[in-house]
């Protein structure tokens, strides 16, 4: 089975609308994203619509539970409290109890998803050190984990020196972010992985980023929020 994943798309809707136009090219056969629907863009509504209807499994991320329901909002950095206080008041309810059901973890395709971290999915840790790394495997049972969350593509293996995955080890691998990367690349990411030979292909998709931009000043959010989208970071 061929699965896309996708995460953290931050409600701009140009990066989704190309990231699905590649997912249709590809024809895969299920898309899976790692939460982070909502939060720091302009539309939140079209992109929930997009995600409701083309997603097979959706994990909860930070901003999701932020916007649907408050809690964390004061953990966001400033601009990121505007934007879900934004989001929040231009959503249904429909769609803002949508997110909020989503669940922290959830295996999918024989992969596991979660947002953030396998180990205490509700904490929001970045797998930021090799010991960190280490003791998330303990967390799943499934040879592969996509995480999203600090929106840097990277694999991580269960063992040194096994650098691309390869079936007999287990990974968790991140698959970046759609609506805004922070690797110094501004085209949106979408991963490809095939669940039998475990091959792993990370794709970057340009995007009309002066949309995305236009839209954030449209809906008055701060403008910091569409510079990084043209530096990548």
Same mark, same amino acid.
């Given at each position: 089975? !061929?699965?896309?994943?996708?995460?953290?798309?931050?409600?701009?809707?140009?990066?989704?609308?190309? @990231?699905?136009?590649?997912?249709?090219?590809?024809?895969?056969? %299920?898309?899976?994203?790692?939460?982070?629907? /909502?939060?720091?863009?302009?539309?939140? +509504?079209?992109?929930? %619509?997009?995600?409701?209807?083309?997603?097979?499994?959706?994990?909860?991320?930070?901003?999701?539970?932020?916007?649907?329901?408050?809690?964390?909002?004061?953990?966001?950095?400033?601009?990121?409290?505007?934007?879900?206080?934004?989001?929040?008041?231009?959503?249904?309810?429909?769609?803002? @109890?949508?997110? @909020?059901? !989503?669940?922290?973890?959830?295996?999918?395709?024989?992969? *596991?998803?979660?947002?953030?971290?396998?180990?205490?999915?509700?904490?929001?840790? &970045?797998?930021?050190?090799?010991?960190? %790394?280490?003791?998330?495997?303990?967390?799943?049972?499934?040879?592969?984990?996509? /995480?999203?969350?600090?929106?840097?593509?990277?694999?991580?293996?269960?063992?040194?020196?096994?650098?691309?995955? &390869?079936?007999?080890? &287990?990974?968790?691998?991140?698959?970046?972010?759609? +609506?805004?990367?922070?690797?110094?690349?501004?085209? @949106?990411?979408? +991963?490809?992985?095939?669940?039998? *030979?475990?091959?792993?292909?990370?794709?970057?998709?340009?995007?009309?980023?002066?949309? %995305? !931009?236009? !839209?954030?000043?449209?809906?008055?959010?701060?403008?910091?929020?569409?510079?990084?989208?043209?530096?990548?970071?």
């Amino acid at each position: 089975m !061929r699965l896309a994943l996708i995460s953290d798309i931050h409600s701009n809707l140009p990066a989704l609308e190309a @990231a699905m136009a590649d997912v249709d090219r590809e024809r895969p056969d %299920a898309v899976l994203c790692m939460g982070d629907v /909502v939060g720091y863009g302009a539309d939140p +509504g079209p992109c929930v %619509a997009i995600v409701r209807e083309r997603c097979d499994a959706v994990v909860l991320g930070n901003h999701d539970l932020a916007v649907a329901t408050g809690d964390g909002i004061d953990l966001l950095p400033p601009d990121g409290q505007i934007a879900a206080e934004h989001n929040a008041d231009v959503l249904s309810e429909s769609d803002l @109890a949508w997110l @909020a059901e !989503r669940p922290l973890t959830s295996v999918s395709h024989g992969v *596991t998803m979660v947002h953030a971290s396998p180990q205490l999915p509700e904490r929001w840790m &970045r797998i930021e050190s090799f010991f960190l %790394a280490q003791e998330q495997f303990r967390h799943f049972e499934t040879d592969i984990c996509f /995480v999203g969350h600090t929106h840097m593509p990277g694999v991580l293996s269960e063992k040194l020196g096994v650098l691309r995955p &390869r079936p007999g080890h &287990r990974f968790i691998i991140n698959t970046g972010s759609v +609506g805004q990367p922070r690797d110094g690349d501004p085209r @949106a990411c979408v +991963g490809y992985f095939d669940t039998e *030979t475990f091959a792993f292909d990370l794709k970057r998709i340009p995007y009309n980023v002066d949309r %995305a !931009r236009q !839209r954030i000043r449209e809906e008055e959010l701060p403008s910091s929020l569409g510079r990084r989208l043209e530096r990548g970071n």
